[in-house]
């Protein structure tokens, strides 16, 4: 037999039969669709008014099937074979291909039968038995579970009856949750390729208006957004970058850029980002500094308010991620600037917990929501870095308030999933102590937000000015 059953969706909602009118495919009928490497069947196992699985079947082409896979070698070929399914059953992108093909309207969320039901959540459960997957089935768990399914992952073992063989890079899916259908498809059709991370299609730039089409309404707030533009258009890196920024677009609405903030007090007239912005710029219009380095620049938020301004006439933004400083890098649009005013700043990779010449001799250094990224022991090659060797005379650094966390209802664990660490107002001002007393700094903590009479406020703003 060539093909294996690769993904079942079932529905228990009532009548479950309606999942036919959705999918637009009757569940009496078997229907074949060709479509890239080989045929995809639609079918239904069970089709009762009480629970209904479609099945969508992929036959893979012979011809392809029978070319084998680069570096395969050892007794995978022949144990999965037997036990599951070959490479190109599973394969996800192929797969993937189908889904798009076969069920491109119930993707959509446009049912002619049943209108509203396709725009409602519904008990759906999805199974893949041999879903190929890189780096484990927590990967799974994380690019699932945020878009609220509960998820089961198992690991497919090479070969059951050689245990030490370990296991094959497929896991045994099932993902249950209340979604609809649409969003479901969605969720898959992005996915699967995401989690395969093994493309077999050249990527072009139609990729990244295939993945914000399908991630519409959930990947610009997914919590690893970017990890999966980075893996769904293969790593070219220029194509990675229009998507995150076009992503950054659809969420700028609500809080620039930051996905720490979206956990962070909606209903705030001002939102805490704006907040600290304009703290931070409020101290260094105090300082009088005009030559200022935003250390841990990120995306750029900071710097365009910098560049917008003239008393800055030298603005360096330093980061240790390519991307983010390449989308700081568009956002500032700096290809449309007169020389004049290109030549006020430049944006530098630069990993802050080393020294760099490049930052010496500035007036000022932010860091802004920088420090709770690094780990904590490396922070006092951080601190040398930037108050030892580049020491400019005012630093200001802002950080969460840990102690504030209580009033995100929603909140569990820290405000990022990148923080190291986040501290209290007092471990915050013990170390600001300990830095000056190092560096030959004084140093004023300033609130940034409600100063809550309990908690203090969300952020905790350090002026550090060199003592002369
Ligand atoms: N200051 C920006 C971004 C804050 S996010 C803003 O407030 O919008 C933290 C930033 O610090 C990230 O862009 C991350 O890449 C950068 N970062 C973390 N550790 C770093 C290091 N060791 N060297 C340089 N940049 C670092």
């Given amino acids: 037999m060539i093909g294996s059953v690769l993904l079942t969706i079932s529905t228990t909602h009532s009548p479950a039969t309606d999942l036919g009118y959705l999918l637009v495919k009757h569940p009496a009928q078997l229907q074949s669709f060709s479509t890239t490497g080989g045929t995809a069947h639609v079918f239904y196992p069970q089709a009762t008014e009480d629970r209904c699985t479609a099945a969508l079947l992929l036959d893979v082409d012979p011809v392809e099937l029978a070319r084998p896979s680069k570096g395969q070698k050892g007794p995978d070929s022949f144990s999965l074979g037997r036990y599951v399914n ?109 989690l395969d991370d093994a493309k077999h299609y050249w990527v072009s730039e139609d990729e990244v208006a295939k993945l914000l089409r399908a991630g519409d309404g959930w990947l610009a707030g997914h919590p690893d957004k970017e990890l999966i533009a980075r893996r769904y258009l293969a790593g070219r890196r220029s194509l990675v970058l229009s998507a995150l920024e076009r992503l950054q677009g659809d969420t700028a609405a609500t809080e620039p850029g930051q996905d720490e903030e979206q956990a962070e007090v909606p209903e705030r007239r001002v939102p805490l980002v704006k907040l600290r912005k304009q703290a931070v710029l409020a101290a260094l219009a105090e300082s009088g500094a005009s030559r200022v380095l935003d250390l841990g620049c990120g995306e750029g938020a900071l710097l365009l308010e910098l560049f917008a301004d003239r008393r800055y006439t030298e603005i360096v933004g330093a980061d240790v991620s390519t991307v983010s400083l390449a989308i700081a890098e568009r956002r500032l649009k700096l290809e449309r600037q007169p020389d004049r005013q290109r030549e006020r700043i430049r944006l530098i990779q630069s990993a802050l917990t080393y020294h760099d010449d490049r930052l010496t001799g500035y007036d000022a250094a932010v860091l802004m929501e920088v420090i709770e990224h690094v780990d904590e022991e490396r922070l006092p090659a951080l601190e040398r870095a930037v108050f030892g060797h580049a020491a400019p005379s005012t630093v200001v650094v802002t950080t969460p308030n840990v102690e504030y966390n209580v009033r995100y209802e929603t909140l569990c664990g820290h405000r990022h999933d990148d923080h190291r660490f986040e501290w209290t107002r007092e471990q915050f001002a013990a170390w600001t102590a300990r830095v000056c007393a190092a560096h030959g700094y004084t140093a004023e903590i300033r609130p940034v937000g409600e100063d809550d009479p309990q908690t203090g406020p969300p952020t905790q703003l350090a002026y550090f000015r060199k003592v002369a």
């Fill in 86 to 194: 070959d490479r190109p059953y599973a394969a996800s992108s192929l797969l993937t291909v189908a889904l798009g093909r076969v069920f491109r309207s119930a993707m959509k969320g446009a049912s002619k039968d049943r209108p509203e039901l396709a725009a409602t959540p519904i008990p759906l459960e999805i199974e893949v038995p041999a879903l190929p997957c890189r780096g484990g089935t927590g990967i799974v768990a994380r690019l699932f579970e945020p878009l609220g399914w509960t998820v089961e992952a198992v690991p497919v073992p090479l070969d059951p009856a050689f245990p030490e063989w370990g296991d094959a890079r497929y896991v045994q899916l099932r993902l249950t949750g209340t979604v609809r259908l649409a969003d479901a498809l969605s969720h898959l059709y992005v996915l699967l390729p995401v």
